[in-house]
């Protein structure tokens, strides 16, 4: 199977700046998209930013033009920059991928989820 390690996380000032990673491993894999998504508290876990192995990406309207999805599909890595957070921006982030994996016997389709990172901002 795989799995999904997310990093990066941590306090900030409004206004500062952030930088989650997320690695995938476990496998013999060949992904296709990766995304990010959060969830506040008291709120449904929602897309942040996408990017498909072609490399285009899709942003929510609240973080457009202030986050940056990109990747490393040699490293089987995913990365969220993040400038210019706020405080709505707080939430626990997790890394999501879907594609395809080898068990040892054939190439099968997954997707897997991360652990999620806490990102909180504020003064």
């Known amino acids: 199977q795989v799995q999904l390690v997310e990093s990066g996380g941590g306090l900030v000032q409004p206004g500062g700046s952030l930088r989650l990673s997320c690695v995938a491993s476990?496998?013999?894999?060949?992904?296709?998209?990766m995304g990010w998504y959060r969830q506040a508290p008291g709120k449904q876990r929602e897309l942040v930013a996408a990017?498909?192995?072609?490399?285009?990406?899709n942003y929510a309207d609240s973080v457009r033009d202030r986050f940056t999805v990109s990747r490393d599909s040699a490293k089987n890595t995913a990365y969220l920059q993040m400038d210019s957070l706020k405080p709505e921006d707080t939430a626990v982030y997790y890394c999501?991928?879907?594609?395809?994996?080898?068990?040892?016997?054939?190439?099968?389709?997954?997707?897997?989820w991360g652990q999620g990172t806490q990102v909180t901002v504020s003064s």
């Open positions: 476990g496998s013999i894999i060949d992904i296709n998209a």
């Open positions: 990017i498909s192995s072609g490399g285009s990406t």
């Open positions: 999501n991928t879907d594609g395809n994996y080898y068990n040892g016997y054939a190439w099968r389709r997954f997707d897997s």
